[in-house]
T-cell receptor, first 114, second 111 residues
Framework: NAGVTQTPKFQVLKTGQSMTLQCAQD?????MYWYRQDPGMGLRLIYY???????DKGEVPNGYNVSRLNKREFSLRLESAAPSQTSVYFC?????????????FGPGTRLTVL | QKEVEQDPGPLSVPEGAIVSLNCTYS??????FMWYRQYSRKGPELLMY??SSGNKEDGRFTAQVDKSSKYISLFIRDSQPSDSATYLC???????????WGAGTKLIIKP
């Protein structure tokens, strides 16, 4: 039981490049989330998916797109990376659609945009 | 002003000390209160979860909620070097069930 896995662990991009961050969970959870974590800012929700086939914007969705590929997988895409997107990105999942449920986090992806 | 305020630290204490970590919030609509622990270069993990005012104890950890003062605390007794981590508070706004995070307090327990 691996929990929540994320790839890649580290990535360096140049401004304007695109990339997709991958996330998968093996806990049969319904809800999945993408956060970014910046110093002094706490975790900020980018997008979430309450169930397979649905996605919703969070607090900071601009510059990102997501795909809930199936129940297990939730990807985050940066179409044209900007230095302001330098951050640590965390994927999380929870059993139900209620955000009061405990969220389980992956190890994070450290992204630098030059 | 942020809805949830948390001192970033670092807070450095000797092993065995009692640690007090705190968050204040401005919105009385917050309903559920959580503490997550995040080790360096890892994702956060849930430590404590409370709903109502009062205390909740789990081993060496006690979570306290004071809704009248809009203040939550996490106490760690007999602190250990393995408790060194960043502690994030999080709370849910009952109006839209949005989860809001504090910035986290870095805790260092010195052997």
């Amino acid at each position: 039981n691996a929990g929540v896995t994320q790839t890649p662990k580290f990535q360096v991009l140049k401004t304007g490049q695109s990339m997709t961050l991958q996330c998968a969970q093996d806990m049969n959870h319904n809800s999945m989330y993408w956060y970014r974590q910046d110093p002094g800012m706490g975790l900020r929700l980018i997008y979430y998916s309450a169930s397979e086939g649905t996605t919703d914007k969070g607090e900071v969705p601009n510059g990102y797109n997501v795909s809930r590929l199936n129940k297990r997988e939730f990807s985050l895409r940066l179409e044209s990376a900007a230095p302001s997107q330098t951050s640590v990105y965390f994927c999380a999942s929870s059993l139900g659609g209620d955000r009061s449920d405990e969220q389980f986090f992956g190890p994070g992806t450290r992204l630098t945009v030059l | 002003q942020k809805e949830v305020e948390q001192d970033p630290g670092p807070l450095s204490v000797p092993e065995g000390a009692i640690v007090s970590l705190n968050c204040t919030y401005s919105n009385s609509a917050f309903q559920y209160f959580m503490w997550y622990r995040q080790y360096s270069r890892k994702g956060p993990e849930l430590l404590m979860y409370t709903y109502s005012s009062g205390n909740k104890e789990d081993g060496r950890f006690t979570a306290q909620v004071d809704k009248s003062s809009k203040y939550i605390s996490l106490f760690i007794r007999d602190s250990q070097p393995s408790d060194s981590a960043t502690y994030l508070c999080a709370m849910i706004r009952s109006s839209n069930y949005q989860l809001i995070w504090g910035a986290g307090t870095k805790l260092i327990i010195k052997p």
